[in-house]
């Protein structure tokens, strides 16, 4: 079983439209992630979920909204999508708020054209 | 803000070859992590580092904690294809209520059987 699997792997759209990101951890962690990884690879935070609370959200575009239904699931719904969000987003969890053991999904690979 | 440098940022050597491979930051941080990042997948956690001057192996792996807290190396030793991949040094930010890692622009490895 995959531990922190995320939907769809590849997602091609049109500038302007909306699309959704899921998310789903079976570690029973209480902290998930979302990170974002440009074209030159480099990873940076976007938000972070504490057993549904949001405790991070890094100056990202509030047309980026996520959402945990509960601990287990943490999902990612970008609103009028714009050339730059092209990017692979990263979904990751860890056990604790306070632990730098991230376990990280395969990742989505967001083309907007 | 805290941010991480990473040199070489890519490498091409030869299968057998020892690599290595550094992080460093103009700040202190009280833990240093290294993940690698297979091609189409997300980042793995390799080794954590706690203490300054640590040293750590993981198999053909050993990763080091800079006396400073400032730096941090990892070498691989005897390189195999399956190495291929790039390399992320990250970094615990400790706040008031959470911790955060953020993450090195990376170190991408080829190896030529």
């Known amino acids: 079983d995959t531990a922190v699997s995320q939907t769809p792997k590849y997602l091609v759209t049109q500038m302007g439209n909306d699309k959704s990101i899921k998310c789903e951890q079976n570690l029973g962690h209480d902290t998930m992630y979302w990170y974002k990884q440009d074209s030159k690879k480099f990873l940076k935070i976007m938000f972070s979920?504490?057993?549904?609370?949001?405790?991070i959200n890094e100056t990202v575009p509030n047309r980026f909204s996520p959402k945990s239904p509960d601990k287990a699931h943490l999902n990612l719904h970008i609103n009028s999508l714009e050339l730059g969000d092209s990017a692979v987003y990263f979904c990751?969890?860890?056990?604790?708020?306070?632990?730098?053991?991230?376990?990280f999904g395969s990742g989505t690979q967001l083309s907007v054209l | 803000g805290q941010q991480l440098n990473q040199s070489p940022q890519s490498m091409f050597i030869q299968e057998g070859e020892d690599v290595s491979m550094n992080c460093t930051s103009s700040s202190i941080f009280n833990t240093w992590l290294w993940y690698k990042q297979d091609p189409g997948e997300g980042p793995v956690l390799l080794i954590a580092?706690?203490?300054?001057?640590e040293l750590t192996s993981n198999g053909r792996l050993t990763a080091q904690f800079g006396i400073t807290r400032k730096d941090s190396f990892l070498n691989i030793s005897a390189s195999i294809p399956s190495d291929v991949g790039i390399y992320f040094c990250?970094?615990?930010?400790?706040?008031?209520?959470?911790?955060?890692?953020?993450f090195g622009p990376g170190t991408s490895l080829s190896v030529i059987p």
């Open positions: 990751a969890s860890s056990q604790a708020v306070r632990n730098e053991k991230l376990f």
């Open positions: 580092l706690y203490k300054a001057g």
């Open positions: 979920y504490n057993n549904k609370e949001l405790i």
């Open positions: 990250a970094g615990q930010v400790k706040k008031t209520s959470y911790d955060k890692v953020i």
